[in-house]
């Protein structure tokens, strides 16, 4: 049966913001909410402030960004709130952009994939209880974590393009996905993925795409809810190369037109909730074992309590 699971569609700047998300998450279908890179409040104490509140459910971050936490404390962080909630936590990482990782760290990584590499290595260390020694050249880590019975915290790597995706099925237990195509996914992510998996003797990870929506209305305006959403990935470069891979032209100087090519190339969803379950649907299809309904767009643009709501019309009438 394919999974929907739901995106905190904002920032909180209270932790209370979360809550009725995770009710959501505890009264429907939803598998389970995730939060992206929070700049305000620490995704992980939000999360462990809704458990602590009595919405006990699934979490998950896609994606905190490695330049602002060494893995130690990510490993840390991510125990805690599986402790927390009780249940298995997804904590996803990821590099994020150059000029990110240059602002934070002074540099950026010599090598994305060789410093993701090093970075999942000693988190899965860390929280397998072992004593981890590694001297790598982005990070390192001498140290073990004290024994401390938990729910599994399973390691996600945020993907985009094909060589993270095949680090991804080499390392990883979960590949997440952010505004790429059902198309994209099915023909260079997937495949990336299982070549990544046999060379390591291991089975797949699971695929988590977070893909960006919103039910269409008369009175609504598309450009404004799809920038809303997107406008700052669409100024990042490797974001820009995936659309341009999956074959989605990325112009700054013609938002409109771009808007269009993003909704015509499966990138954003959009129409009746019946029409978003058959969009959701053609992501299952292409390998997508968990689909995040992601509605950042019409909280910014309606509000949050718009947004959940719009959630609870797809998970009711939409979902495949």
């Not at 809550?19 to 104490?45: E, I, M």
């Not at 390192?140 to 401390?148: F, S």
């Not at 046999?198 to 929506?213: E, I, S, T, W, Y």
């Amino acid at each position: 049966m394919p999974s929907l699971s739901v995106l905190l569609p904002m920032m909180p700047a209270r932790h209370e913001q979360i809550l009725s998300y995770a009710a959501l998450v505890q009264w429907t279908d939803a598998l389970r909410l995730w939060q992206g890179q929070a700049l305000s409040l620490d995704a992980h104490h939000s999360f462990v402030f809704a458990a602590g509140a009595g919405f006990k459910v699934p979490m998950g971050t896609g994606v905190s960004l490695m330049p602002l936490r060494h893995p130690h404390d990510a490993a840390v962080h991510a125990r805690s709130v599986a402790v927390a909630s009780g249940h298995p936590f997804v904590a996803g990482i990821g590099p994020g952009g150059i000029d990110f990782q240059r602002n934070i760290a002074g540099r950026p990584y010599a090598s994305q994939l060789q410093a993701v590499r090093e970075y999942v290595a000693a988190m899965r260390g860390l929280l397998d209880g072992e004593e981890v020694d590694l001297d790598g050249e982005h990070f390192t880590a001498h140290d073990v974590l004290p024994p401390l019975p938990t729910p599994p915290v399973e390691i996600g790597v945020g993907v985009l393009r094909p060589g993270m995706a095949r680090l991804a099925g080499e390392i990883a237990d979960v590949a997440i996905t952010w505004l790429t195509p059902a198309s994209y996914l099915r023909d260079v992510i997937v495949p990336a993925m299982e070549e990544g998996a046999k060379q390591a003797g291991r089975p797949v990870p699971r695929l988590v795409a977070m893909v960006p929506m919103f039910v269409a209305q008369p009175d609504r305006d598309q450009t404004r809810i799809v920038l809303q959403s997107n406008a700052g990935h669409l100024m990042l470069p490797h974001y820009v190369d995936m659309l341009e891979r999956s074959g989605i032209e990325i112009d700054p100087q013609q938002p409109v037109e771009t808007v269009k090519r993003l909704v015509s190339g499966g990138a954003f969803l959009t129409g009746t909730p019946e029409e978003l379950g058959e969009q959701i649907g053609e992501f299952h299809a292409a390998g997508v074992d968990e689909v995040v309904m992601n509605l950042t767009g019409v909280a910014s643009s309606y509000g949050p309590q718009a947004a959940l709501a719009e959630i609870e019309t797809i998970l009711s009438q939409g979902a495949p």
